[in-house]
Every structure is written in structure tokens, then in C-alpha cells.
């Protein structure tokens, strides 16, 4: 097949085979690079002097299996913990970030309290929050109000995470043209269905790899409810039995499941940032 104009072939096999090749050669290359180097890593390790009392104390087999019971116990109070949680964080911190673009006069009292918010809440650790919250709450005494440390630690990481992401969404909401905003209500939308039709879903859609990065570190976070004693998670349980056994091989277990539950999460957040930017190239950067 050649073109009409200079008769330059369009389809060249001879091209698309040297393509070809060179994509496995890099492939080839890249394969025996990590081969190597993760090679080296582990004999590194093995062949270290201290690598046998490491191995007892740290991957020892027999506490491995007698503690996985005990493990997935923790691990289904920290799924809980982040699958009620995460909801409810979206909707305070999406609220949070409509409030401070709010500006109408009206609106002013509003916008600084969710200005002194995301404020205060940010400089308080986490770990404070929840102290705070579980040991302060409870001990009001206050009619009407839970009284269960684990509701308290669980409304913390609320509260804690919604200031991080009313940030995040506030940045998108921020990075949306005005033209959109304007091109809406020249099509009759009003303010409120601006915001919903239009100006969210855009904004939603270009932050949504740093939310779920925020989203990973509330999982790990849920550990945190431990220090009030709320619940026996994952990290707790192997503090347990690690504390009971004198043997720290239920610390890499509950990392492991840690890990399984953050690391898919992390590679849908590099497929939403690699897609955003795909997309924002084929429009030209108007993404």
C-alpha cells in the first residue's frame, strides 16, 4: 500500500518488525534486570550473618499458620471500618469543598467554618483525633450520644479524612473553567444543577487518583484505632499474638494482608492517572 501523493509506503513490515523486536529485546533486558537485582537483594539477605535469627523470628511458618485465624478475625473489622467510612468522608469533604466556593455574602459564616475545619483538623494527627475522641466523647456522659469507643475512633478517621479530601475536591472544583460553569447556565441549568451536571462530575473525574491515594492511607490508618483498645483489627491481633509468643512473624503476616488490600487499590489510581492523562491529551490539554 503506498500513498497517492510520494508513493511512501504506508504499511512497511521491514518497520513494524524491527518495532516488534525491539519491544521484546527491551522486554528481554528489563526481565533479567529485576531477575538480577532482586537476585542479588535476596542473597544478600540470606547470606547475612544475623539471616537465621531474622528467619525465626520474622518468617517462622509454625506462627504463621496458627495466627491466620486470628489475622482474618482483624482483617474483617478493618474492611468494615473502611467500607462505612469512605462513603461518608465523600459526602462531609464534598459538602466542605461546595461551601468554601460558595460566594455569595450569605455564605460568608459558612465558608469560614469550613475554612477553620479543614484548617485545625489537618493540624491535629490522626492518632490525637482519635485519643481525643474515643477516651473525651464517652466520658460527657451525654444523653442520646454512642458511647462505644469504636463508633468514636470510626467518627475520628471521619472527621480526619474529610478535611484531607475536601482539599482534594476543592482543587477540582477549582480547576474546572468557568466557561463550563457559564456555558451551563446558559443552557438554563441553575446554580445548584451547575454544580451537579456539570462543574462535580468533571472535577470528581480529574481527582479521582489523588482520593483514592487517600483512600490507601485510610485503610492503613484504621490500625490507629488500636491505641483506645476500639476493636482487635489486623494490626492489633498480631500485636496480640506476637506479644503472647515472644515472635514477630504476626506483624509480616497482617503486612501481607495490608498489602493486599493497598496494593490493587495503588495500581487502579496509576491506571486513572495514566487514563486522565490520555484523555487529556487527546483533547488538546482542555481536560
Same mark, same amino acid.
Given at each position: 500500500m503506498t500513498t497517492t501523493s510520494d508513493a511512501v509506503p504506508v504499511y512497511d513490515p521491514a518497520r513494524l518488525q524491527a518495532i516488534s523486536a525491539r519491544r521484546r529485546r527491551n522486554t528481554a533486558v528489563s526481565a533479567v534486570s #529485576? $531477575?538480577? $537485582?532482586?537476585? @542479588?537483594? $535476596?542473597?544478600?539477605? =540470606? #547470606?547475612?550473618p544475623g539471616w537465621p535469627a531474622v528467619r525465626e523470628s520474622f518468617f517462622n511458618g509454625f506462627y504463621a499458620r496458627d495466627v491466620l485465624p486470628n489475622i482474618l478475625a482483624g482483617l474483617r473489622l478493618t474492611v468494615i471500618l473502611f467500607v462505612t467510612a469512605e462513603p461518608v468522608i465523600l459526602v462531609v469533604a464534598l459538602f466542605l469543598a461546595v461551601v468554601r466556593g460558595l460566594s455569595a455574602? /450569605?455564605? #460568608?459564616?459558612? %465558608? &469560614?467554618?469550613? /475554612?477553620? &475545619? @479543614?484548617? =485545625? =483538623? %489537618?493540624g491535629i494527627p490522626t492518632i490525637l483525633l482519635i485519643l481525643m475522641f474515643g477516651f473525651g466523647i464517652p466520658a460527657l456522659n451525654l444523653q442520646g450520644l454512642p458511647d462505644s469507643p469504636l463508633f468514636w475512633a470510626w467518627f475520628a478517621l471521619v472527621v480526619s479524612y474529610s478535611a484531607y479530601v475536601s482539599e482534594v475536591l476543592r482543587a477540582g472544583l477549582e480547576s474546572v473553567h468557568p466557561s463550563q460553569r457559564a456555558a451551563a447556565r446558559a443552557l438554563g441549568l441553575n446554580q445548584y444543577q451547575s454544580l451537579r451536571y456539570v462543574v462535580v462530575p468533571q472535577a470528581v473525574r480529574r481527582v479521582t487518583p489523588p482520593l483514592l491515594n487517600d483512600f490507601i492511607a485510610l485503610q492503613k490508618d484504621t490500625a490507629l484505632i488500636a491505641v483506645i483498645g476500639a476493636g482487635i483489627e489486623m494490626t492489633r491481633a498480631a500485636q496480640i499474638y506476637a506479644f503472647d509468643a515472644f515472635n514477630y512473624t504476626p506483624f509480616v503476616v497482617a503486612a501481607c494482608f495490608y498489602i493486599l488490600l493497598t496494593v490493587p487499590l495503588s495500581r487502579w489510581a496509576d491506571w486513572m492517572a495514566a487514563r486522565q492523562r490520555r484523555r487529556s491529551a487527546a483533547a488538546g490539554g482542555v481536560l
Amino acid at each position: 500500500m503506498t500513498t497517492t501523493s510520494d508513493a511512501v509506503p504506508v504499511y512497511d513490515p521491514a518497520r513494524l518488525q524491527a518495532i516488534s523486536a525491539r519491544r521484546r529485546r527491551n522486554t528481554a533486558v528489563s526481565a533479567v534486570s #529485576t $531477575v538480577l $537485582v532482586l537476585g @542479588a537483594l $535476596v542473597l544478600l539477605v =540470606v #547470606t547475612s550473618p544475623g539471616w537465621p535469627a531474622v528467619r525465626e523470628s520474622f518468617f517462622n511458618g509454625f506462627y504463621a499458620r496458627d495466627v491466620l485465624p486470628n489475622i482474618l478475625a482483624g482483617l474483617r473489622l478493618t474492611v468494615i471500618l473502611f467500607v462505612t467510612a469512605e462513603p461518608v468522608i465523600l459526602v462531609v469533604a464534598l459538602f466542605l469543598a461546595v461551601v468554601r466556593g460558595l460566594s455569595a455574602p /450569605i455564605f #460568608t459564616p459558612l %465558608r &469560614y467554618l469550613a /475554612i477553620a &475545619y @479543614a484548617d =485545625v =483538623v %489537618r493540624g491535629i494527627p490522626t492518632i490525637l483525633l482519635i485519643l481525643m475522641f474515643g477516651f473525651g466523647i464517652p466520658a460527657l456522659n451525654l444523653q442520646g450520644l454512642p458511647d462505644s469507643p469504636l463508633f468514636w475512633a470510626w467518627f475520628a478517621l471521619v472527621v480526619s479524612y474529610s478535611a484531607y479530601v475536601s482539599e482534594v475536591l476543592r482543587a477540582g472544583l477549582e480547576s474546572v473553567h468557568p466557561s463550563q460553569r457559564a456555558a451551563a447556565r446558559a443552557l438554563g441549568l441553575n446554580q445548584y444543577q451547575s454544580l451537579r451536571y456539570v462543574v462535580v462530575p468533571q472535577a470528581v473525574r480529574r481527582v479521582t487518583p489523588p482520593l483514592l491515594n487517600d483512600f490507601i492511607a485510610l485503610q492503613k490508618d484504621t490500625a490507629l484505632i488500636a491505641v483506645i483498645g476500639a476493636g482487635i483489627e489486623m494490626t492489633r491481633a498480631a500485636q496480640i499474638y506476637a506479644f503472647d509468643a515472644f515472635n514477630y512473624t504476626p506483624f509480616v503476616v497482617a503486612a501481607c494482608f495490608y498489602i493486599l488490600l493497598t496494593v490493587p487499590l495503588s495500581r487502579w489510581a496509576d491506571w486513572m492517572a495514566a487514563r486522565q492523562r490520555r484523555r487529556s491529551a487527546a483533547a488538546g490539554g482542555v481536560l
